[in-house]
């Protein structure tokens, strides 16, 4: 009998351990799944909330999640607010979030912001590469504009960006939406979340969410990401470094094009290699790109990264495109 009841209270006691071995499991599964959705919400590494990213090929930003902003009800508002996150360990921005209204918007010059040094701020010049004057890589970048919500000197609010993220990548959505609350006198929800990959010190890149709220959108709807590249420079995202890149600059000689063609009269450039030049109708001398407004012979490798809505085929003069305020292209040098 005495044996009986210790082969029970084993048997209890062996059950009861199972039982603790799986609750123990479960709450390390679960502890386990918090820490990489509190990991994957901080979002200021590649992989968290962002959907994927595709490679950098030619355009200064690119849409995201089909160009539609995730902001969820609670955060929209029309009341007018801006709010930045606190610096992580590493002394990175993390994400920036407002309601932006006319009454955010400066209205004083922008004053000195020489004294912020945002993570990765290894500054130099790169002249007939960078299209500045000076031609400095890096700017310090307001995540959310000054133009927009008056913030200058925040180091919370300061990124380092290359000059081509912040006038050809970030200042168009900037502009577009300074231009809407202007006129409208309305609210747009406006985030801004710098990406970094690992412990890199420079970002890859910024998304840029923004939803006009009164009119649910109609006015101004964008999900868009600008990379923190500069094209002819290799960048070291760990710590900001930078040099040209090691690629050498081809230049395309003018007369290596002839234009072929049949009995219609519609032609075709081709390179003197034999080499279709992509559709490029008959009489181009240049084609220039309304967005970046540089301008390409026809043959430029540029041309091949450029959206077709952007091209201009242009068959006028090199001065005609330059007194309409288009720049050659430092590729191919037309």
Known sequence: MKKMMITRSMNNTRFANRIFALILAVCL??????????SSSAGNTVGGDLPEIPEYAGEASVQLNKNVPVFSKDEITTKS???YGELDKLGRCTPALACLGKDLM?????GAIGDVRPTGWRQKKYPGIVDSDPPYLFNRCHMIGYQLAGENANEKNLITGTRYMNVEGMLPYENAVAEYITDSGKHVMYRVTPVFEGKNLLCSGI????Y???DKGKGISFNVFCYNVQPGIEINYTNGSSKIAPE???TVDANSFMITGGDSGNGSVRSSTGNEASDVPAGTAY??????KKFHYPGCSSVSDMKEKNKWYFEGSRDELIEKGYKPCKRCNP
């Open 29 to 38: 599964m679960a502890s386990g799944f918090l820490f990489r959705s509190i």
């Open 81 to 83: 607010f801006e709010s």
């Open 106 to 110: 400066p209205t004083e010059e922008r």
């Open 207 to 210: 998304q840029i969410e923004a």
């Open 212 to 214: 006009s709220v009164e």
């Open 248 to 250: 050498p600059i081809k």
């Open 287 to 292: 084609i220039a790109n309304k967005n970046t």
